[in-house]
């Protein structure tokens, strides 16, 4: 267990979310697009197809956690650990043998976050990229809707169709798999263990629509190829997180 004082206040890691909604989109991209984007963090990503890679934009209310109450929008990529060795050759399943033998990694490329404390929290200790925008996000209807706006200049509205139950559904408190998180900042790029659980889960093919603003983080998404139809989407009612504390990759 670790320690950190930030705006004055202790807060220790492992940190806890008790309660989040999240909904995501995930979507093929062109890898060479998504190599552009990541270059200044000297990471590559996983060719999940030959030439594609995994984007996903992430919107979450965390409820009740150890850095308060909040809304956040997250765009990620599925990446090859530092660790991982040479890419596999080049075939049709090539992506699929790389992830069950190298593994893979979430990098966080862009995280705004609507409040000031976990901003600060989440760039101090971790290195996450998170910066304050106005994360408007609307979960009370069937329909989940995220805008996002930056700087007065809208990034996103992204819309997703909650889909079928998750089957099997996970176990209560059964941690689900997911990869170690990964961020850059200030020259530095750090590996983040965190560990989840879900319950509400549900998914489904397609699922998303999305709209892009002006902000230069929309022209970015619009070069690796968006809008475009989502590969899946996924929500889920009730997430439980705890987010570890860092070490370099």
């Keep these: 267990m670790a320690s950190h004082v930030v705006q004055g206040r ?4 492992p940190v806890e979310v008790r309660d989040a909604s999240v909904c995501l989109a995930a979507y093929l991209v062109r890898a060479d697009a998504a190599r552009a984007v990541l270059a200044y963090s000297r990471m590559d990503v996983t060719e999940v197809l030959p030439g594609k890679a995994l984007c996903s934009l992430v919107f979450v209310r965390y409820h009740d956690s150890d850095l308060g109450s909040y809304n956040e929008f997250g765009v990620t990529f599925l990446v090859r650990p530092a660790d991982a060795g040479p890419p596999p050759r080049r075939g049709p399943l090539a992506g699929l043998k790389d992830l069950r033998g ?3 990694g979430a990098f966080v490329h862009w995280l705004p976050v609507d409040q000031t404390f976990t901003l600060e929290a989440g760039r101090t200790i971790w290195g996450f990229p998170k910066e304050l925008a106005d994360v408007d996000l609307r ?3 069937p329909y989940k809707r995220c805008l996002l706006r930056r700087d007065g200049r809208m990034v996103v509205d992204l819309l997703i169709r909650p ?3 998750a089957t099997p559904a ?3 408190g059964e941690a689900l798999p997911v990869p170690d998180a990964y961020a850059h900042l200030d020259g530095v790029t750090r590996r983040i263990p965190w560990t ?8 489904r093919p397609g699922g998303a ?4 603003g002006n902000h230069p983080i ?5 070069e690796l190829g968006l809008p475009r139809r989502a590969l899946m989407t996924a929500t889920a009612e009730h997430v439980s997180m705890a987010f570890e504390e860092p070490g370099r990759a």
Excluded: D
Aim: proline letters at 6%; hydrophobic letters at 45%.
């Design 10 to 13: 202790r807060v220790e890691t």
């Design 102 to 104: 190298a593994g893979s």
């Design 139 to 141: 979960l009370g209807s």
């Design 163 to 165: 889909g079928i139950p």
């Design 170 to 172: 996970p176990l209560l």
């Design 196 to 203: 989840v659980r879900a319950r509400g889960i549900r998914w």
């Design 209 to 212: 629509l999305i709209r892009l």
């Design 218 to 222: 929309a022209k970015e998404l619009s």
